[in-house]
C-alpha cells in the first residue's frame, strides 16, 4: 500500500511528465518512504523488481523542493542532495523533462 508521499511524489511527476519527451527510465528512490518508476509505461509506485536506466535518492524533502521547482535537480545532485546511479545521460534527460 503506498503511502501519502509516495502518493504525492506519483501524482507530482505525472503532472510534471505529461507530455515531455522521456525515453529512458528513471527510478525515484525517496529516504524510508519507498520509490516511484518513471518509464514508458508512465508514473508508478516501484517495487524492489523495478530496474531502471538510471536511479536518483534523496530525503522527502529534497524530493519536494524539486518537485515544486525550488530546486534544480543538477544543483541537488551537485551539492550532494540528489544521489545518482547509473547513467547520467538519462538523468540529464529527465531533468530537462521535469522543468
Known amino acids: 500500500m503506498a503511502n501519502e508521499i509516495i502518493e504525492a511524489a ?19 528512490e525517496i529516504d524510508g518512504e519507498g520509490a516511484v518508476m518513471v518509464d514508458s509505461a508512465g508514473v508508478r ?30 544543483s541537488a545532485f551537485m551539492s550532494g542532495k540528489l544521489k545518482l546511479d547509473g547513467d547520467m545521460g538519462t538523468a540529464m534527460s529527465l531533468a530537462s523533462a521535469l522543468s
Do not use: R, W, Y
Not at 14 to 19: D, I, L, R, V
Open 10 to 28: 506519483v501524482a507530482a511527476l505525472s503532472e510534471k511528465m505529461n507530455g515531455a519527451d522521456f525515453g529512458g527510465s528513471a527510478k525515484f
Open 45 to 74: 509506485e516501484a517495487t524492489d523488481a523495478d530496474t531502471a536506466d538510471v536511479t536518483m535518492s534523496a530525503d522527502a524533502d529534497v524530493f519536494q523542493e524539486i518537485m515544486s521547482g525550488d530546486l534544480n535537480p543538477t
